[in-house]
């Protein structure tokens, strides 16, 4: 199973950006798919988890009513609107999968799949 995240750059303060997250190598539906980003020099950070059948999707409270995460169910696809941004955002951010659904979908270690990382950096 690959992983392939695109959607990262450069946005000013206040600006948008959108992420995707495609799987490849898979036909069974991955149950568990979520973001996460990480700082140099700093722990990997959970940002949106969206769990199938659970209900809503689940947030950081760092990016809550800032971050909207979704999926197409058919395609094992994940997305991540992002809005209101700003410099503390600033990462990269990497999406995550599992074939379960996940009690612990905020920890790193809970994932079998990870894509490669697309770097998001918000200016001042």
């Known amino acids: 199973v690959q992983l392939q995240a695109s959607g990262g750059g450069l946005v000013q303060a206040g600006g948008s950006l959108r992420l995707s997250c495609a799987a490849s190598?898979?036909?069974?539906?991955?149950?568990?798919m979520a973001w996460f980003r990480q700082d140099p020099g700093k722990e990997r950070e959970f940002v949106a988890a969206?769990?199938?059948?659970?209900?809503?999707?689940l947030y950081a409270d760092s990016v809550k009513g800032r971050f909207t995460i979704s999926r197409d169910n058919y395609q094992n696809r994940v997305y991540l609107q992002m809005n209101n941004l700003k410099p503390e955002d600033t990462a990269v951010y990497s999406c995550?999968?599992?074939?379960?659904?996940?009690?612990?979908?905020?920890?790193?270690?809970?994932?079998?799949?990870w894509g490669q990382g697309t770097q998001v950096t918000v200016s001042s």
């Open positions: 190598g898979v036909t069974a539906r991955l149950s568990t």
């Open positions: 969206i769990v199938w059948a659970r209900g809503a999707p």
């Open positions: 995550a999968a599992h074939p379960n659904r996940l009690v612990a979908y905020d920890v790193p270690g809970s994932y079998s799949y």
